[in-house]
């Protein structure tokens, strides 16, 4: 089992190199193939009622624009992919919005690189919920890249947080080619006092068997979690960030709670606190 195809997102952004740097270190491991997408930004269901570009002078200046900024960052993403090493590749131009354009296109990807949301960049291209609505909408294992990291090839050393949901299960299913690659995997276990089942269902469902058959040695801790004001799941959030920091870890594994509600990404407390206060790459799935 690898990731024989790695979707990236790709912009004008200084954060995309690392973006593809970390996919290429990937695709490199697992002899896969990397696909750089750039968005040109209009939704592909505006297109589709939009009148033609010819009857529309106006609209097919701003249309070739909003192209010509996406084929510029294709040409960065050649030209970074043309020294990388990788045996694979190639660039596309995706007439949508990056929310919804990655989403489709992950569809027949083993793996998708996008970046963490930077606080302060509201006006950026893109919408704020990004990484939010990819990880909910896309149906495959993100990865999720700081904004403040530069290159990097994550993967050494990863912590996994384990409750026996289904979304942990699938999250540590599909991070299985990143883990058998590792030279420690740590499974967490948040004992939060007041819910005890969390605790027996996860060490029922214990995955270190499981991922001794595949090839992989894990060790479980159970890490209890002060509870300040009731149950909260953001607590949770805060005590797998503090771990990992604690273990060195240099990839976290998580299943991503949430749903969407009309155009609103509504997440799970603590997959909002990491998303937000992540500072290693961040491998999740929904």
């Known amino acids: 089992m690898d990731f024989k195809t790695i979707l990236v997102h790709v912009d004008d952004s200084v954060r995309s190199a690392a973006r593809v740097g970390a996919a290429a270190a990937i695709a490199r491991r697992s002899n896969g193939h990397v696909i750089g997408a750039a968005l040109s930004g209009v939704s592909r269901f505006l297109y589709q009622a939009m009148p033609p570009e010819a009857n529309d002078p106006t609209l097919a200046l701003h249309l070739d624009f909003l192209r010509e900024r996406a084929r510029d960052a294709l040409a960065l993403f050649t030209r970074q992919m043309d020294h ?43 919408m704020a919920d990004f990484p939010a609505y990819v990880v909910i909408h896309s149906g495959r294992p ?29 999250a540590l299913q599909l991070a299985l080619p990143m883990m058998q690659r590792a030279e420690s995997v740590t499974i967490a276990v948040f004992d939060t006092r007041g819910d005890t089942r969390t605790v027996a269902d996860a060490t029922a469902a214990d995955p270190v068997p499981f991922l001794e058959r595949h090839g992989i040695g894990a060790e479980l801790s159970i890490v209890p979690v002060e509870q300040k004001r009731g149950h909260r799941r953001h607590e949770v959030g805060e005590a797998l960030l503090t771990l990992a920091a604690e273990r060195s870890a240099d990839l976290l594994v998580m299943g991503a709670y949430g749903h969407s509600r009309f155009r609103e990404t509504i997440l799970g407390g603590a997959t909002r606190t990491v998303l937000e206060g992540m500072t290693i790459p961040v491998l999740m799935a929904h």
């Not at 919005?97 to 509201?122: C, F, K, N, Y």
């Not at 904004?147 to 699938?170: K, Q, Y």
């Open 142 to 170: 993100v990865l999720l890249l700081p904004f403040a990291m530069g290159a990097c090839d994550p993967g050494r050393r990863i912590l996994v947080s384990w409750d026996a949901s289904r979304e942990a299960a699938r």
């Open 84 to 126: 990388s090493g990788a045996v694979s590749y190639e660039g596309r131009l995706v007439d949508d919005e990056a929310g919804a354009g990655i989403s489709l296109h992950a569809r027949t990807a083993d793996l998708v690189v996008i970046g963490q949301a930077e606080p302060g960049h509201a006006t950026a291209p893109l």
